[in-house]
């Protein structure tokens, strides 16, 4: 099973300043690498798939880079809505999908 | 615009059984292959089960396996998860999602307790 480590566990920020968020990956995953934004009592939604790029109606601001096992999640302004969960998923040993542990961004 | 939604969550005891509908409007379902995904109280995400769009391919996570039964009836734009011998780790919040994750239901909360 491949291992998706997120750091760090929480992130605390305000509204304005550049988010950093890292997933590391136990083994190469290539670019097969999605991010996700949760917030409290919804469902996870896709911000970012195949490493780099931006789903539909996903914002400017929110950015992935990384390959092989290292992958970052970069929200350059914060925004209000902005504070919530983000989840990293790989998806390389399809069918057998991974997430990470889940980084809080908070005020 | 696509919705899904799940129904069938609930209260059962430890060794029941309970069956999750998944129903899909807004998008041709007959060609989205579909996953379940759960995310127990306060914790992260963990996918469950695969089903392609014919349902002639079905894969499902170590922990459900040979416990949990994916299936779908194009026909009626539904998505249904059987779940039996339910324990206690089992209690999470369960969502249906499209093969590409950027469709997801809003979840149904099962809950195993005697």
């Known amino acids: 099973e491949i291992v998706l480590t997120q750091s760090p566990a929480t992130l605390s920020l305000s509204p304005g300043e550049r988010a950093t968020l890292s997933c590391r990956a136990s083994?190469?995953?290539?670019?097969?690498l999605a991010w996700y934004q949760q917030k409290p009592g919804q469902a996870p939604r896709l911000l970012i798939y195949d490493a780099s790029n931006r789903a539909t109606g996903i914002p400017a601001r929110f950015s992935g880079s990384g390959s092989g096992t290292d992958f970052t999640l970069t929200i350059s302004s914060l925004e209000p809505e902005d504070f919530a969960v983000y989840y990293c998923?790989?998806?390389?040993?399809?069918?057998?999908?991974?997430f990470g542990g889940g980084t809080k961004v908070e005020i | 615009e696509v919705q899904l939604v799940e129904s069938g969550g609930g209260l059962v005891q430890p060794g029941g059984s309970l069956r999750l509908s998944c129903a899909a409007s807004?998008?041709?379902?007959?060609?989205?292959?579909m996953d379940w995904v759960r995310q127990a109280p306060g914790k992260g995400l963990e996918w469950l089960s695969y089903?392609?769009?014919?349902?002639?391919?079905?894969h499902y996570a170590d922990s459900v396996r040979g416990r949990f039964t994916v299936s779908r009836d194009n026909a009626k734009n539904s998505l249904y998860l059987q779940m039996n011998s339910l324990r206690d780790e089992d209690t999470a919040v369960y969502y249906c999602?499209?093969?590409?994750?950027?469709?997801w239901g809003q979840g149904a909360l099962v809950t195993v307790s005697s």
């Open positions: 999602a499209n093969i590409h994750f950027d469709y």
């Open positions: 089903i392609s769009r014919s349902s002639a391919t079905i």
């Open positions: 998923q790989q998806r390389s040993s399809w069918p057998a999908l991974t």
């Open positions: 083994q190469s995953v290539s670019s097969h």
């Open positions: 807004g998008l041709t379902f007959s060609t989205y292959s």
